[in-house]
């Protein structure tokens, strides 16, 4: 594998604290994300499970003996081992064995049935999940407004994003995935309309060997691109299925979405809870989204041009757009990302808290003209809070796909995301 044009990643340097401290690290995430190309980078050897020369060899040596799978320079990486299950208690036992850090690296595009290991894997290995690329990977971020120096404390900012609305259109529809980064426009487009049909027709039967009726399937992702950033309910995206397939259950549709998880196409954003001034209800209802928006525009079939002459479902597409790069600047802060909304209508797209408390809440708004009223909002949330119970927001932020980073008067900032990094 070549090395020399490895484009880094935020997850790089959680890869290697993981090594330092565990025997074992297990990248989990989407297919073509780019889990293989950033565990061969720092790895020494390497087993492809996939290579289709020895495939079928090397899951017979892992039924009888796969501790001769593991022989090699350390740390080795172990490619797609859910191919051949036993290797994961295989590299549990040789850890212990060792009794060193830095001896494997496994990847997976897929999370095996709960009953395919006999051991969970605690103390001897560290879970890395990696997404698609955020844009300051794909180095159309500049980078100028760090996530972490803002929950430091340093909130005077400043930067220009050299991102169009076009730009952020054709960002959308081309995705993240590192192999669409920096093709011609024509092939980097094609590149998520190919992974809809592999997960349609290919890859949601293989994770649990059931086969999935492609059309319901498809059915199922549509339903989820229309519903892109939202709480949609289950009734919703049942109606949605069935107004073309009549003949579908609940039980069905919910068994279609789990496979969708355990490939790593759909995560879902949960609620936030916080700790509130008034006894105000809280939507619990987690909101869709794909791991990265190009999914949706691909399963809808839909370009740049028909992202730009739409421009209500242009800000869905923008809101998932920003949910994948803030989930991969707060994992690297180790934060998570939630939504809020009360039963006021009250709402912050994007909440993000620390491990250790700290956090910060977001409005995402296309455009410029909306800014004003996502502070207000931003604003009362705020005063909402117990601040006697939980710390005081290290931020208020309107993510924006405009040009230009600042602090406005009330203490809100303003941040293209084409400005942000983690």
């Not at 994300?33 to 087993?47: D, E, M, V």
């Not at 069905?252 to 879902?268: M, Q």
């Not at 399963?299 to 421009?311: W, Y």
Request: hydrophobic letters at 40%; charged letters at 25%; aromatic letters at 8%.
């Amino acid at each position: 594998m070549d090395k020399s044009n490895y484009l880094p990643r935020v997850c790089d340097l959680e890869l290697q604290e993981a090594l330092a401290i565990m025997g074992a690290v297990l990248i989990e995430g989407a297919k073509w994300c780019g889990k293989t190309s950033t565990a061969a980078h720092i790895a020494k050897s390497t087993l492809f499970m996939q290579d289709p020369d020895n495939a079928r060899s090397y899951r017979q040596i892992a039924d009888t003996k796969p501790s001769l799978l593991l022989k090699g320079e350390v740390p080795r990486l172990l490619d797609e081992w859910q191919m051949a299950p036993t290797l994961w208690d295989a590299v549990r036992f040789e850890v212990d064995k060792r009794g060193l850090t830095g001896q494997f690296i496994l990847t997976g595009s897929a999370v095996p049935a709960d009953n395919v290991t006999a051991h969970t894997g605690t103390g001897r290995f560290a879970r890395v999940l990696m997404r698609p690329m955020s844009l300051y990977e794909s180095n159309e971020s500049n980078g100028t407004v760090s996530l972490s120096d803002l929950f430091n404390g340093n909130r005077e900012i400043e930067g220009i994003s050299d991102l169009s609305i076009e730009q952020l259109a054709f960002a959308v529809c081309r995705g993240g995935f590192p192999a669409s980064v920096g093709k011609p426009d024509r092939a980097a487009l094609r590149m998520s309309v190919d992974y809809v049909e592999a997960i349609i027709n290919q890859d949601i039967s293989q994770v649990d060997g059931v086969e999935k009726n492609p059309n319901r399937v498809r059915l199922l992702l549509r339903s989820l691109a229309r519903n892109i950033a939202t709480m949609a309910s289950t009734q919703t995206i049942l109606n949605d299925v069935e107004a073309t397939e009549t003949s579908i259950s609940d039980k069905t549709v919910s068994s279609y979405y789990n496979a969708l998880r355990r490939i790593f196409v759909v995560e879902p954003m949960p609620a936030w809870s916080p700790s509130l001034r008034s006894k105000t209800a809280i939507r619990t209802s987690s909101k869709h989204h794909f791991v990265d928006p190009s999914i949706a525009a691909a399963v809808m079939r839909i370009n740049p041009d028909a992202v730009l002459r739409d421009f209500e479902y242009f800000g869905l597409l923008f809101e998932a757009l920003c949910a994948r790069d803030m989930r991969v600047y707060a994992q690297r802060n180790d934060g998570e990302v939630f939504h809020y909304r009360d039963k006021s209508g009250l709402e912050a797209d994007l909440l993000v808290q620390l491990r250790d408390g700290r956090w910060g809440a977001v409005e995402v708004k296309l455009g410029n003209k909306q800014i004003e009223e996502a502070a207000g909002n931003l604003l009362k949330l705020k005063e909402k809070i117990d601040t006697d119970k939980m710390r005081d927001p290290s931020f208020l932020m309107v993510l924006t796909g405009g040009r230009f980073a600042y602090r406005r008067k009330d203490g809100v900032l303003a941040v293209p995301i084409g400005c942000l990094k983690y």
